[in-house]
């Protein structure tokens, strides 16, 4: 029998009013295109709240804390690997409000969208079953 790995992804719901923080995946890189919170893998041993502060101030410049667990979601791996991948969605509150700045190795694009807007964007289907929920 294969034993399954598991991946853990954390993201952040970063809101200033009804509009929340999108970033656009790169050309050559894995969904390119697509839009996404930001946020990323966890590393080996790394709590999800960290991940999800730590992955937002690599890939927008900005420092937040987290407030709370939004949401949860697993799916089997998309290349059909004997993997697991696990993501939680984070909100947080922003220190203080400052600008974004892309990792453009990762990202070409942001957008403040409201979940309404951001349903009509090319989204992973894990954060467009988030925006349905």
């Given at each position: ?8 992804l ?11 923080l999108?970033?656009?995946r ?56 004997a ?16 600008d ?34």
């Amino acid at each position: 029998m294969t034993e399954i790995a598991h991946k853990h992804l954390a993201y952040c719901w970063i809101a200033r009013g009804d509009r929340v923080l999108f970033l656009r995946r790169s050309p050559g890189v894995f969904l390119a295109g697509r839009w996404e919170l930001p946020g990323g893998t966890a590393e080996p041993g790394e709590p999800g709240e960290a991940t999800a502060v730590r992955e937002a101030a690599e890939e927008t410049g900005l420092a937040v804390r987290v407030t709370g667990e939004l949401a949860r979601d697993a799916w089997p791996d998309v290349a059909g690997r004997a993997l697991r991948i696990h993501a939680f969605v984070y909100t947080v509150e922003e220190d203080g409000t400052g600008d974004v700045v892309l990792s453009p190795e990762e990202h070409d694009d942001f957008a403040w969208l409201t979940p309404a807007e951001a349903r009509e964007r090319p989204l992973p289907d894990h954060f467009r079953r988030l925006l349905d929920r």
